[in-house]
T-cell receptor
Framework: KQEVTQIPAALSVPEGENLVLNCSFT??????LQWFRQDPGKGLTSLLL?????REQTSGRLNASLDKSSGRSTLYIAASQPGDSATYLC??????????FGQGTTLQVKP | DTEVTQTPKHLVMGMTNKKSLKCEQH?????MYWYKQKAKKPPELMFV???????INESVPSRFSPECPNSSLLNLHLHALQPEDSALYLC?????????????????FGAGTRLSVL
């Protein structure tokens, strides 16, 4: 059974810092891994999707990496801004199409 | 346009009421999803529709009844709900289909319906 874990559960940093969010999964037989952002009381916004054959994906200040052999993915946020404050969720996709979500990391970036 | 629209935004209902949640997308996506999210928890998959056919039902109680009338619309009919069913209900869509490429797996979410059952 696939389990997805995110560490830390919460993170508070000053504006301008570079930071790394971690996601680990127990079953390396994944189709892809997706990172989402969720603002309080809102839906999810897809940030990056990494296929199982890829090592990383980049979008603006965001970079996500995937290491299937170690069961890990990281989301790197460069030069953090207060607008980056949100909950970040990673989700591993199984062959059935089902997404298995981690519990999320709640990020606060202080001005 | 990557918009998934959900209505209503908020819904309060009694345990004997019948109500429906609606989800709409015009991106030509052929896979649509219902998720339930409790406070401070990740979303939990409820149903998946692929080409208007139900492909996954995650053992959801029968008081939740999904319907996909056409490729753009997904409904969730609610009847005789319990207070513990109070949650944020999220709809999502993705390209679906055998011809999809890697980025075609991306799921696009609506803003959700905040449901309170009294």
């Amino acid at each position: 059974k696939q389990e997805v874990t995110q560490i830390p559960a919460a993170l508070s940093v000053p504006e301008g810092e570079n930071l790394v969010l971690n996601c680990s999964f127990t079953d390396s037989a994944i189709y892809n891994l997706q990172w989402f952002r969720q603002d309080p009381g809102k839906g999810l916004t897809s940030l990056l999707l990494i296929q199982s054959s890829q090592r990383e994906q980049t979008s603006g200040r965001l970079n996500a990496s995937l290491d299937k052999s170690s069961g890990r993915s990281t989301l790197y946020i460069a030069a953090s801004q207060p607008g980056d404050s949100a909950t970040y969720l990673c989700a591993a996709r199984r062959g059935t199409g089902k997404l298995i979500f981690g519990q999320g990391t709640t990020l606060q970036v202080k001005p | 346009d990557t918009e998934v629209t959900q209505t209503p935004k908020h819904l309060v209902m009694g345990m004997t009421n019948k109500k429906s949640l609606k989800c709409e997308q015009h991106m030509g996506h052929r896979a649509m999803y219902w998720y339930k999210q409790k406070a401070k928890k990740p979303p939990e998959l409820m149903f998946v529709y692929s080409y208007e056919k139900l492909s996954i039902n995650e053992s959801v109680p029968s008081r939740f009844s999904p319907e996909c009338p056409n490729s753009s619309l997904l409904n969730l009919h609610l009847h005789a709900l319990q207070p513990e069913d109070s949650a944020l209900y999220l709809c999502a869509s993705s390209q679906g289909g055998r011809g999809r490429t890697g980025q075609g797996f991306i799921q696009y979410f609506g803003a959700g319906t905040r449901l309170s059952v009294l």
